[in-house]
Structures are given as structure tokens and as C-alpha cells.
């Protein structure tokens, strides 16, 4: 079993990742992930899709953009070796959350008003429904309410086979010229 945890020393810049295995082995090398602003783009939804596959944590865990449309975003996480597990070899929950709000936030920057920029995830819920097996994984998402400051996100995550795993709905913040 595995468990992967982040430091980011002083709250911002760089994040170290650790694998600590429990078994034989004790703890493997960590993995510097540099987690700068450059990497996400802050208000430029083109940039932001052109360099979603390119964020270092995303590559760490296997997720990428599938498709995107108005108010939709689809993901797929590519599951390997080093996917972080949960019970059964099932990916872990924690994974599925960071599906969730990546979708969402995704499916949000699909169609930002110009000028906008994000001000963060304000609420997000997740029910699993069973546990998610596969070789891969997608995170559809869809605005289900744009407003002026918040959206209403809704997503689902099925597995290779189609079959629903978890679902989540996200409220997303941003924050138009007038209000930044």
C-alpha cells in the first residue's frame, strides 16, 4: 500500500512529493514538483488548456484533458503503477476528489468571460459510489449555473466500462474585471 504526501514548504513555491510505502519497503526518493503560477496560467482560459498536460502534478498522477466544449470538460486519468490505491487496489479517494475539482475547474475555464480571474474552489462534494478500477478513469464535468462570481459544476466519474464510480458537484469562484 501506498500513501502520497506533499510539503510545500512555507505555503508556496515548491511542493516535494513523497511515496512512503508500507510493507518491504519504507520510503522511496521524493520528487520535487515546481507548482509556480507560470505552469496554470491565471485568467487566460487558452493557455490554461494548452498547458493543462504540461503541469508537472498532473503528469505525477496521470491526468490529462480528453475533451472540451462551452461549459464542459472531460479528463482522463491514466491509471499505472504509482496511482495512488485505496481498498481493493481501487484508485484512491483522494484521487477522485482531485478528478472532481480539476474537471470543474476545466469546465468553468471553457467558457471564462474575458478578463476574468479564478478566485478558487469554494465548495466541493464527492460520493463514491463504488470503488473506481480500470486502466483509466474520466471526469465529465458540466456548469450546470454560470453566475457573475460563482458556478455550479456537476460531475461524473465512470470507469473503462462506463460504469458510474463517483459523482461530484463543485461551486467554482471567479472574479470578473469589475470585481478583481
Not at 520528487?31 to 490554461?48: H, L, Q, T, W
Not at 475533451?67 to 464542459?72: E, L, P, R, T
Not at 459510489?129 to 449555473?145: F, N, P
Request: proline letters at 3%; glycine letters at 10%.
Amino acid at each position: 500500500m501506498s500513501l502520497f504526501k506533499c510539503h510545500r514548504p512555507n505555503g508556496i513555491g515548491i511542493a516535494f512529493v513523497e511515496r512512503v510505502t508500507f510493507g518491504l519497503q519504507s520510503l522511496s526518493s521524493s520528487k520535487r514538483i515546481d507548482v509556480k503560477n507560470d505552469i496554470m496560467p491565471v485568467g487566460d482560459s487558452e493557455a490554461f488548456f494548452q498547458r493543462f498536460d504540461e503541469n508537472p502534478f498532473h503528469q505525477f498522477i496521470g491526468l490529462s484533458v480528453a475533451d472540451i466544449a462551452d461549459d464542459y470538460a472531460c479528463l482522463r486519468l491514466t491509471v499505472t503503477e504509482t496511482t495512488p490505491t485505496g481498498i481493493g487496489g481501487s484508485v484512491n479517494g483522494g484521487v477522485l476528489a482531485t478528478m472532481v475539482d480539476m474537471a470543474a475547474v476545466a469546465a468553468v475555464f471553457s467558457k471564462a468571460l474575458p478578463g476574468s480571474v479564478p478566485a478558487g474552489t469554494a465548495d466541493l462534494s464527492i460520493t463514491y459510489l463504488r470503488q473506481a478500477h480500470g486502466q483509466w478513469l474520466e471526469a465529465k464535468a458540466r456548469v450546470i449555473k454560470r453566475g457573475r462570481q460563482l458556478s455550479t459544476v456537476a460531475i461524473d466519474i465512470e470507469n473503462d466500462e462506463g460504469r458510474l464510480c463517483s459523482t461530484g458537484q463543485v461551486i467554482y469562484a471567479m472574479r470578473t474585471g469589475t470585481d478583481a
